[in-house]
């Protein structure tokens, strides 16, 4: 055996969850070690990547724009969302409890660290066949999630008790310790050197979701109505998030549970860095695009909708033929609509832009697209007509599957036949979702009026070829209200915690079936302080 430590509490996992709960413990002065096996570039995890929206009820910025919310009507659409089956106690004691603490437990906290939230408030997830979100909820960090992250990390490395802190980066933890019936600490190895290390302590779990890794987790907990889990499928979670500590937990009687709810989205391109295996980029979809299969056959009969109801777009898509499918869009579009979800490419929010931002809300981002279409050629494609962009899709059509151009030539007609009909006609559903989204403020800016595909001063027409890519595990390691982990007799397992991703977000399952977006974000601070709560006894 390596190197020994000695401390109040060892965090396994330092993104935002194992974060917030170290800052937590330093303001109740403990003695923290944290411990992540990514490099210090990396510190934050999955959160520095993120776009940054987190889900609130009863902001002021809610109230400047008129949007009446309280914590009944978002516990009513969480649970609507939810479908939380009738054994789901802790999922929706958590769900119930973030709908009404949200601002004392996340807001004020964010903003306390000087986070700041953009003015308009975002609309996603209203529902498709069942109540989502009643009003906007979604509020965007000016910054996004690096500056979430950034100004943790400096809070941690300003803290007055900052020398109760140890950071390990590139330590794997792989075992937890048990003494005297109770969990004593973890063990685990340094990677750069192979030497073996121990921290004494009580443990929190804040290693992240079952959603990345080698995607074996999600392939083999893939969710039992659906059609088996596609050939193809890209990763847009963590490289490390295989699940080691999850079954670590279950080793000592842990109770893992809703392992088959997971949150993948239905726009995933290959990521042209290819930082691991499989990697993806998530596109947030453009509402105007029509979404084909990969025969050229635009999905229906309901129309695929973006921004309605992710979980009913993955479902759909996954039993189209080869699993993948294109959209297919011009640039008119492409440009005022098309976004990616994460820091990366959003420049004007990541770098706080303003003028950057008010331009692309004007003139559309079109530097976006050009860098996506220069980037990513594999699955990005731009013609100047129907036939050549057809041809195009065909290079990289997979599984012997074709695109073909008269049904694809067809179902564009009839779509911008029907625009050309007029407002009052129009009898699609995914044009009438259009005129819903562009009724608030919100989405007008961001949503094309009624665009039609074939326009000729739309071009040149672009398609995308979109993968299933996984993101988010909504299930976990199950944890009561004070984020103990509890046994598969619901008794607590003394000295063992788990927060964030790693424990489905609170316990083992907060979001059911479906998430209303920002949620996670949101629930790892949630989780962070309460568990920081528990262990100090506050
Ligand atoms: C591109 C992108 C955009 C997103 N946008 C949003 C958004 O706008 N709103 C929202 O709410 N959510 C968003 N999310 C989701 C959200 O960022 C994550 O769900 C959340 O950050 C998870 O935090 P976590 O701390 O629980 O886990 P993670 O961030 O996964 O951190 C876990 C840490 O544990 C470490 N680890 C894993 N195993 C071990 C081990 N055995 N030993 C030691 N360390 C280990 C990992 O290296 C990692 O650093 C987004 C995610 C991505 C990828």
Known sequence: MGKSYQADVAIAGAGLAGIVTAYELLERGRKVLLIDKDKRERFGGLAKESFGGVHFIGTPHQKRLGIKDSPELAYRDWQSYACFGENDHWPRAWAKFYCEHSLEYIFHFLQAKKIQFLPLVNWPERGLFRPGNSVPR???????????IRRFIDALEAHPQRQNLELLFEHEVNGIETAG???????????????????????????????????????????????????????????????????????????????????????????????????????????????????????????????????????????????????????????????????????????????????HLLFGNNELVERLLRECPEDFVAADSLPELVEKMNERSLFDLRVDLSTMERDISEYDATIDRGPAFFNDDQLRRIANNRSYRGDRIRTCKFQKILDARARPLIAIREFILSRKSLGGIQTDLRCRVLNRDGVPIDGLYAVGEAAGFGGGGIHGLRSLEGTFLGSCVLTGRIAANTIAGT
């Open 138 to 148: 979604w509020h965007i960090a000016w910054g996004t999630g690096e500056e979430i």
């Open 181 to 359: 019936g109770r969990v004593a600490g973890v063990v685990g190895t340094e990677l750069a050197s192979g030497m073996e290390f121990k921290v004494m302590g009580e443990v929190v779990i804040a290693s992240g979701g079952i959603s990345g890794g080698d995607l074996s987790k999600v392939r083999a907990n893939w969710y039992g109505e659906w059609e088996g889990p596609p050939q193809i499928m890209l990763n847009g979670a963590h490289r490390y998030g295989d699940g080691l500590l999850h079954d670590k937990v279950a080793a000592l009687g842990g109770n893992l549970t809703h392992l088959d709810k997971q949150w993948h989205y239905a726009a995933g391109v290959h990521h042209p860095a290819r930082r691991k295996a499989d990697d993806g980029l998530s596109l947030v979809p453009p509402r105007s695009a029509l979404w084909m299969n990969a025969l050229g056959k635009r999905i229906g009969p309901h129309p695929l909708i973006s921004y309605a109801d992710t979980r009913w777009l993955v479902e759909n898509i996954v039993r189209q033929p080869g699993g993948y499918s294109w959209q297919v869009l011009n640039w008119k579009i492409a440009a005022r609509e098309l976004a990616v979800s994460g820091s990366d490419y959003m420049t004007a929010f990541t770098t706080k832009s303003k003028p950057l931002l008010l331009k």
